[in-house]
């Protein structure tokens, strides 16, 4: 019955991510994976021994992407009744069509590089830059015919969502003059269109592509590399072994082992079949009922993408179009996704105190110290990849480049080390150890292409709407979205939020902050300064991310949700709306520091206080969990609920607390930061009042009890 469950989960899972076929017949057997091996090795030879350029690595990067979700993508998700429809369905092989289709995409996609590969051999050929604004005959043909496979590469690979959402925006571009006035403009000509989209970079080939070509693949490459050498199940393992025995401790090992592969998979539903195998079952071992087993593994797993060093593909494209460092975004998002994990800890703990439930046997549980040390090697690449990043400032490509090289060496290793550990000779097991050393790589080598596919095929078509964006709909846009909020900033946020969950329904992540961010992060600048609020272009940015994360638990869509009730067999709807509630916190995080920017520690350079922000934002979280929850040692008065959404509210904006309470009666606490720190001093001594209080009635109630 639980393989049956974990079949479901992970159908859902690939459907989800792309619904690839199985090839098991044909060529497409060999074909596929050596492409996607090439694939991964032409990566990896970018920031070590291949000089191109950047324009050409987009372009490749594209072609082995379109070519690979043809081949594995059938055009129909399931096959229909009839000899036509079922050739379109095939999933135990690839088609002739499906190889047609593969070929005109993959030399459409590879035109751009064909060209400028041609320049650099031949400097007097009229190139395709040169053509910008006057394209040829063979240019429209090849760039209309790169639009429509990227097209159909995106529903194959991500379903209709993102593909109707850019058909609007193309058939926009082409009928804008005939809108209704206030929402129109100079309709683009068909030469224009494939100028801007297919032969320049600000489409298809733009910094979306770049980013993925560039660093994101390397990162979900060294991601491949962790899991096929076991990292995976020794996370989880390592959360078992230090929180099992804790009151709920499936839960917690949840948080925690979702924490640290999400790192790894960068995919909420991937995350959630992975991790969710081990802990939704052992939840509902312990007392937590099904929906609630399943959705705190949702919460957890949604969080994932969140979580530095390795945050979601969309982070990098941050960093590139807010002209950033990676590093400055690590930081900005540090304290909103730490205190977000740990509230989530906190939930699930005061889920335990009112379900009263309790730990693991000791026996269920793996010894901490000999997990630690069995799967130390596996810190080694990571430690090495923060490092490089954090302390020596290295490029993110670079980073990530020699943290493979350095997974990539401890693989052998490890193998070495099993074969002497379990008293074989190594004289006789060094074949084994390469044999296994070699298919581990060439699995991660193959799953590094497998799995970038789908996101760069995403950020490609999500190109397609930057581009046509330029064209003249963003100030349309922004009228827009001032018109519908009547200039009142905190419904612009509301608008944008509600978009960014609507549109990541049926968006991968990467994709929906793309198009959210270049429609709206640039208004709600815009719009914020035109109503007095000037905040860093950073937290625009990251408050769409954090939205478009969010989507995937967002009732009634959540597929996350969808995958955790098939392992938790319970509703999915009930699932989603519990992991929804569960993740509010997270929800309230991005509209509070639009406001309060010292959670992005922005322009915040002393140490002391930027412990102070992570101190009092951290209680801020645990209010806030305690008053959803309507417990903390025992269940809320009113008055206490009251109390703990002030306390909460106070401690996540000290800074208005200290404007518009203190400073009218001690002017001098509106000028610096000694009213926030007040503030957050009298609040946290209050939270510490309430907790002592909600003691001893606890205590009572005990005593109570027993005389009884």
Not at 307 to 323: D, L, Q, S
Not at 563 to 590: E, H
Request: positive net charge.
């Amino acid at each position: 019955m639980q393989e049956k469950k974990l079949t479901e989960a992970r159908r859902i899972a690939e459907e989800a991510e792309g619904s690839a076929r199985k090839i098991e017949i044909g060529s497409g057997r060999w074909l596929v994976p050596t492409i996607a091996v090439l694939w991964s090795v032409f990566q990896l030879l970018l920031p070590s021994a291949i000089l191109l350029n950047s324009t050409i690595v987009r372009s490749i990067h594209l072609t082995f992407a379109i070519v690979l979700v043809f081949l594995t993508h059938p055009m129909l998700k399931k096959p229909r009744k009839g000899k036509l429809w079922a050739y379109l369905g095939t999933r135990n092989r690839v088609t002739i069509l499906d190889y047609v289709m593969a070929l005109i995409a993959g030399l459409a996609a590879f035109y751009i590089a064909f060209e400028l590969l041609i320049l650099k051999i031949n400097p007097d050929y009229y190139g395709i830059f040169s053509r910008q604004g006057r394209p040829i005959v063979r240019d429209i043909v090849f760039g209309v015919t790169l639009t429509l496979m990227l097209l159909e590469a995106a529903r194959r690979s991500l379903g209709p969502a993102l593909m109707l959402v850019v058909l609007f925006f193309v058939f926009y571009s082409f009928f804008a003059e005939y809108m209704p006035a206030g929402l129109d403009f100079r309709s683009v000509t068909l030469s224009k269109f494939v100028s801007k989209i297919t032969m320049s970079t600000e489409g298809i080939y733009g910094i979306p592509l770049h980013v993925s070509a560039n660093i994101v693949f390397l990162f979900v490459l060294f991601g491949a590399l962790l899991e096929k050498a076991g990292a995976g199940k020794y996370f989880v393992d390592l959360a078992f072994s230090l929180t099992g025995r804790f009151r709920g401790g499936p839960a917690k090992a949840a948080v925690l082992a979702s924490g640290l592969t999400g790192m790894v998979s960068g995919s909420s539903i991937a995350n959630t079949v992975t991790t969710g195998t081990f802990t939704i079952p052992l939840m509902k071992k312990v007392g937590y009922p099904d929906y609630k087993a399943g959705a705190v593994e949702v919460a957890v797993s949604t969080n994932g993408q969140l979580m530095p060093p390795i945050m979601g593909a969309a982070a990098f494209i941050i960093a590139e179009t807010v002209n950033i460092s990676y590093v400055e975004v690590i930081r900005a998002a540090f304290i909103p996704a730490i205190i977000s994990y740990i509230a989530l800890f906190c939930i699930v703990h005061l889920e335990a105190l009112k379900l009263g439930i309790r730990g693991m046997v000791k026996s269920e549980i793996p010894g901490f110290w000999s997990t630690l040390s069995g799967g130390f090697h596996y810190l080694i690449p990571i430690t090495f990849l923060v490092v490089s990043l954090v302390v020596f400032r290295t490029s993110p490509a670079l980073a990530a480049f020699r943290a493979i090289i350095a997974q990539a060496i401890l693989i052998p290793l490890e193998n070495l080390w099993r074969v002497h550990r379990d008293g074989r000779s190594l004289r006789t097991g060094w074949k084994g150890v390469l044999r296994k050393t070699f298919f581990q790589i060439r699995d991660a080598l193959i799953s590094g292409g497998m799995n970038m596919m789908g996101i760069s095929v995403a950020v490609a078509a999500a190109g397609i709407i930057v581009g046509v964006v330029t064209f003249g709909l963003g100030g349309i846009i922004t009228e827009a979205i001032e018109i519908l909020s009547g200039g009142r900033f905190f419904l612009i946020l509301i608008i944008t939020a509600f978009a960014s969950l609507l549109l990541g329904m049926g968006l991968p992540t990467t994709a929906t902050y793309i198009v959210m961010a270049t429609l709206t992060a640039p208004v709600i600048v815009a719009l914020g300064a035109k109503s007095g609020v000037v905040f860093p272009l950073i937290a625009a940015h990251l408050f769409v991310f954090f939205f478009g994360i969010l989507a995937d638990d967002t009732p009634p869509v959540g597929l996350a949700a969808y995958a955790a009730a098939a392992i938790a067999k319970s509703n999915p709807i009930k699932t989603g709306v519990q992991g929804f509630s569960y993740d509010i916190r997270t929800a309230i995080l991005p509209f509070i520091f639009m406001f309060n920017t010292d959670l992005l520690l922005y322009e915040i350079n002393n140490p002391l206080y930027a412990t102070w922000v992570f101190i009092t934002a951290m209680f801020a979280m645990f209010a806030f969990a305690v008053l959803t929850q309507g417990w903390m040692i025992t269940s809320l008065k009113w008055w206490e609920y009251v109390l703990m959404a002030g306390i909460s509210f106070g401690l996540l904006m000290p800074s208005f607390i200290a404007e518009n309470l203190l400073s009218p009666l001690i002017p001098r606490f509106g000028e610096n930061r000694s009213g926030t720190i007040l503030v957050g001093a009298i609040l946290l001594t209050m939270f510490g009042l309430l907790y002592l209080r909600q003691k001893m009635r606890s205590r009572r109630y005990r005593r109570i009890s027993n005389s009884v």
